[in-house]
């Protein structure tokens, strides 16, 4: 009877499953026959001529903006820059960043030994013409597009510089732009910054890591900031450099069994006991915070900056006929304590499609392999937290009026050589110069408190109690009119340290920029203090003092001291 009761039951759910399937089948097939058959009577009756690509297009689009940014299709056209994007660090190029500035495009950063740079190309140069095709109105895309191209390929280049026209032809060459941008030593702490996780990630930290060690360092930092991540495996591969053989890093977990996959260390650590800290901020996204999440849960690295970005979602790419894919969310990851730190909810918007953060109520606890609390739904949150420092609006402009920028190339054409990137200070008369250069300038800007009193001004205008205030509103303008003259002197030191960033970037390049902020990053500061403190970096780690508890997503109790 029992044998009969398990057969029936058997039968009964193989039934149902069948009975789900092609339930769901018949409502697949049922609605992309209603779409045939909307997408036919348009094309056949609507009173103009549609374009049949573009209405394909925006319907695939609009059906994968419902679910999450990540979930997106793929036309053939945009493979070769999705590549780029996700997969690979290598092109076909001149080597150089452009800028776009009023229609017109200029040189902003040639890439150390790469054809622009051989060919003398500098920042500030205005690209006129690309093959005899002008640029002027020409976008990003349609710009990058007549750059790029197979290397050995000429490449003809008009150019204006200082008032002359220059005319270059220039082989392109494979471009090859490292997922770790910089790695030396600061002091006797060794350094490396990883700039995404693209391919040969962690084969180029390894690589750094190995050739620090010669120094004998006394730490080592990773630093993860703006990092938005990339292949998942390079991550795993990364902790692995820090922890032993057979060690859970992340698991994912999907809607569809087979993508449920445990990810684990399959080597011996190479630095198993060198004390580490990964540095990381609001834009350290996906596999940034499987690295600084698993090293954080294994108890393995002291995570210092703020809270990162939140993705927990896995994606996959699927081939689809006619050269084209689509990338879909596939799963969910979680960090070695089981934590899924994914911070926006997709699946639950507001009624206007507004897209929410989790929900306080919803965040869970869970323990590192010590003990100590972390928590879910919120990003990893780092054990020492930083304030993060903001520019001034007054400096915010400069950069976004491209003064700065402008004012480095002036620069370099009195200067043929500065100190080197560590070392290099501007002096007062060079920012006395600076001033002088902006005089004539538009630097203007509005301030918090003129938007506050603009709309204050709006609405006595709205209740007509305006002449009743207007003198008042008229001493606070002046008064705040007033201020803003004395800002350039007020915010000096930051401003020096924008544009000594900006001017060490035309004579090192982008590692010597990196090595010049060194000086200023709290942050390599604080971790730098951990390692010449043995007893507060192992603190940390053990959830000892203040910190016993990483990150409550309602309270950041490690602070910096």
Not at 202 to 220: F, H
């Amino acid at each position: 009877m029992y044998k009969k009761f398990k057969l029936l039951l058997v039968l009964f759910s193989v039934a149902f499953i069948a009975f789900s399937f092609k339930t769901d089948l018949f409502q697949v097939s049922k609605n992309l026959d209603i779409f045939a058959s909307v997408y036919k009577e348009l094309n056949l009756n609507y009173v103009d001529e549609v374009n049949s690509a573009k209405l394909i297009r925006t319907s695939i689009d609009a059906m994968l903006n419902d679910l999450d940014p990540y979930t997106e299709f793929v036309p053939e056209s945009e493979i070769e820059d999705y590549r780029m994007k996700y997969v690979s660090t290598q092109y076909g190029g001149i080597g150089a960043a452009v800028i776009h500035r009023d229609g017109r495009v200029f040189i902003s950063d040639p890439f150390e030994g790469y054809p622009a740079q051989k060919a003398d190309l500098k920042a500030g140069d205005e690209i006129i013409a690309i093959n005899d095709q002008i640029l002027k109105g020409k976008n990003n895309e349609q710009v990058s597009l007549l750059l790029k191209g197979p290397k050995e390929t000429p490449v003809k280049l008009k150019l204006a510089r200082d008032g002359k026209i220059l005319e270059k032809e220039i082989k392109r060459a494979d471009i090859k732009q490292p997922n770790v941008s910089y790695y030396g030593m600061i002091g006797n702490t060794a350094y490396i910054r990883l700039d995404k996780f693209l391919e040969n990630s962690a084969q180029e930290v390894k690589d750094a890591l190995v050739e620090l060690k010669k120094n004998n360092p006394t730490g080592l930092i990773i630093d993860l900031r703006n990092n938005g991540g990339g292949i998942l495996q390079e991550a795993v591969k990364i902790v692995n450099l820090f922890v032993g053989k057979d060690i859970e890093v992340v698991s994912q977990k999907g809607k569809n069994p087979e993508k449920n996959i445990n990810y684990k260390t399959f080597l011996s650590a190479i630095e198993p006991d060198l004390p580490l800290a990964i540095l990381i901020n609001n834009r350290s996204a996906s596999a940034s915070e499987i690295v600084a999440g698993s090293l954080q849960d294994l108890d393995r690295a002291v995570i210092i900056g703020q809270r990162s970005f939140g993705k927990g979602l896995v994606q996959q790419t699927f081939n689809l006929p006619y050269n084209t894919l689509v990338k879909v969310t596939v799963a969910k990851y979680y960090t070695s304590s089981g934590r899924c730190i994914q911070a926006l909810d997709y699946t639950h918007r507001t009624e206007d499609g507004v897209v929410e953060k989790v929900s306080d109520s919803l965040i869970n606890e869970y323990k590192t392999k010590g003990g100590r609390l972390v928590y879910d739904g919120s990003g990893i949150y780092p054990d020492i937290h930083i304030e993060p420092y903001k520019f001034h609006q007054i400096t915010q402009t400069l950069v976004s009026k491209y003064h700065v920028f402008d004012f480095g190339n002036e620069f370099v054409k009195n200067n043929p050589s500065i100190a080197t990137a560590s070392d290099f200070k501007l002096s007062e008369t060079d920012y006395n110069t600076f001033l002088t250069f902006i005089k004539d300038k538009n630097i203007t800007y509005k301030t918090s408190s003129e938007r506050v009193l603009a709309n204050l001004k709006e609405e006595v205008q709205k209740e007509k109690k305006l002449n009743e205030v207007k003198a008042e509103i008229e001493a606070l303008q002046n008064t705040l009119s007033n201020s803003k003259k004395v800002d350039l002197i007020t915010h000096k030191a930051e401003i020096m340290r924008v544009l000594e960033s900006e001017i060490v970037q035309r004579y090192y390049y982008e590692k010597g920029r990196i090595v010049q902020t060194f000086q200023y990053d709290e942050e390599i500061k604080k971790a730098k203090e951990f390692f010449n403190d043995k007893q507060k970096y192992n603190a940390v780690l053990a959830g000892m003092g203040n910190y016993k508890t990483i990150g409550k997503p309602v309270k950041v109790v490690a602070k910096a001291d």
